[in-house]
């Protein structure tokens, strides 16, 4: 059975550090991921108290090993983009398949009272569990980068 623990402030971990779960989602995350500095970013927004940030982490734990990590900020902007976005969402290679992944996410629903966004690579294999648990693509998201070379 899978336990899920809810982190919304940094005393909230004890069983695993901080820098365990953060190194747990670089390592799972993989080629879709980003560096250890920005997963640090994104849990310093979920844990601040500031007006319009916010947000919190689960961890889901089998057998008392962390198996499965997801974060979740508020974006502060309800009513003309979703109220939180799921940022990341990973699960250990080594227990995927088994409804970990799916688990977590509609743990973390309950923990929002509103609707939920999350961007996905078009090629992530996560894609086609996020179309299961219900997520549509509305818009493709187009970026502008000022110092591409």
Do not use: W
Request: charged fraction near 25%; aromatic fraction near 14%; charge should be neutral.
């Amino acid at each position: 059975m899978l336990a899920i623990r809810k982190y919304e402030k940094e005393a909230d971990f004890k069983i695993i550090s901080r820098d365990e779960y953060v190194d747990f989602l670089f390592t799972h995350l993989g080629e879709y991921g980003d560096p250890k500095a920005d997963i640090n970013k994104c849990l310093d927004y979920a844990f601040s108290n500031q007006k319009s940030e916010g947000g919190f982490a689960l961890g889901a734990f089998y057998k008392d090993q962390l198996v499965g990590a997801l974060v979740i900020n508020h974006t502060g902007m309800s009513g003309y983009i979703p109220d939180h976005i799921l940022v990341y969402v990973a699960v250990d290679k080594q227990y995927r398949g088994r409804g970990f992944g799916q688990q977590i996410i509609e743990a973390a629903f309950a923990h929002c009272p509103g609707d939920v966004k999350l961007h996905v690579e078009y090629d992530n294999p996560a894609k086609k569990l996020y179309e299961r648990i219900g997520f549509q693509s509305k818009y493709a998201e187009m970026r502008y980068n000022k110092n591409r070379t």
